[in-house]
């Protein structure tokens, strides 16, 4: 290092060169950064399927000649961004399905739904069940454990606020009549299949599933997880049995899994009508308890379109209970505008609407 002029000159200042300069390397590293991303151009889309401890199952090339599934991680970019069962991603990285190989989640498509629920009605954090639904299988018993008015009103609020059409499945009815349970639906625009144990109507319930994703929803101990398995065979989902000291189901499901049924598979007794296709059959686990913090009041309304058609001559903030003043809707019941299923509809609305008004308040 050259500290000083080799010349005899007193006068000469010291003389240096480069070499004399000191950087000091940023702690943070020499890279600066940057707020572009890449954009993944050559990414692989694909369907989650399955999530387990932050490995993702995905298919990809569904019902193509190339499907396959494979195993995938969250890209650091999307630690932020949740990643449910049913979400259409795009991937990088390693696609081939291979034993051991992992690839790379990097975008999350548009969600067309996404239901929903809270652990209690004050808690405003979601917890997300699944994306892309079209339907909701709500299954029930006539008995052991007992049903549910309100648990299934809940259900049907959170398939309403979700855009989900709602199917009911009654189990058990073996062991008691649901007729009288039923009776408090009857105003709703809610098919039904009644199952036992010498019948169990998978032709008619094929029939529904055909073509949609439907995911099974149902309290612990009613059936679900049996009636998931007789419709898709090779699934082998546990079944569990129902305390008899407390009424209540065991958990038997403990994730949410994408199931791919087809009508092929079941016995030909099955479809005396010859049911063909296919469909996605979610199974989810079972719950004693469905909070309804994140609905949105507004979507209950939406799903009875003849008596949203009604709220537009309501005053502004009608609750559409029965204590609400010149209510448009009320009036149009009374006044016999909707026929004989007028105050059955409206009836329901209204239920609905006091379990999510007991929500809110609670």
Not at 38 to 66: C, F, K, Q, T, W
Not at 87 to 107: A, F, K, N
């Amino acid at each position: 290092m050259t500290w000083w002029s080799t010349d005899d000159d007193e006068d000469d200042e010291p003389a240096f060169d480069e070499s004399d300069v000191r950087v000091r390397p940023s702690r943070r590293g020499s890279r600066p950064r940057t707020k572009q991303r890449p954009e993944h151009a050559d990414a692989v889309n694909g369907m989650v399927i399955g999530v387990d401890r932050g490995r993702y199952s995905v298919l990809i090339d569904e019902n193509g000649p190339a499907e396959r599934e494979i195993t995938a991680a969250r890209a650091s970019e999307l630690r932020r961004k949740s990643v449910v069962t049913g979400d259409h991603v795009d991937l990088v990285g390693d696609t081939s399905g291979e034993p051991g190989t992992l690839s790379r989640i990097v975008r999350v498509g548009e969600r067309s739904t996404l239901l929903r629920r809270s652990a209690d009605d004050t808690d405003e954090v979601e917890r997300v069940i699944v994306a892309n639904a079209d339907q909701m299988l709500i299954v029930v018993a006539a008995a052991n454990p007992e049903p549910r008015i309100r648990l299934l009103d809940r259900y049907l609020v959170a398939a309403f606020d979700a855009g989900i059409r709602p199917l009911l499945v009654v189990t058990k009815t073996d062991l008691a009549d649901p007729e009288e349970f039923l009776r408090n639906f009857a105003g709703l625009d809610l098919p039904v299949f009644l199952s036992g144990e010498h019948r169990m109507p998978l032709d008619e319930i094929a029939r529904a599933l055909v073509g949609h994703r439907t995911v099974f929803v149902g309290h612990s101990g009613v059936g679900k997880s049996t009636l998931v398995n007789a419709l898709v065979p090779s699934a082998q989902r546990a079944t569990g049995r129902v305390n008899v000291v407390t009424g209540r189901g065991r958990h038997t499901s403990s994730s949410t899994v994408w199931l791919r049924f087809d009508a092929a598979d079941l016995p030909d007794a099955a479809t005396p009508g010859g049911v063909e296709g296919t469909g996605w059959v979610i199974d989810t686990p079972g719950v004693r308890s469905f909070g309804l913090g994140h609905v949105d009041r507004a979507n209950i309304l939406r799903s009875f379109t003849d008596l949203d058609r009604l709220a537009e001559r309501c005053p502004r903030g009608c609750t559409h209970l029965p204590d609400a003043p010149d209510c448009a809707i009320v009036e149009a019941v009374e006044a016999g505008e909707l026929g004989e299923t007028g105050p059955a509809r409206l009836e329901s609305l209204q239920r609905l609407l006091t379990t999510f008004a007991g929500s809110t308040a609670s």
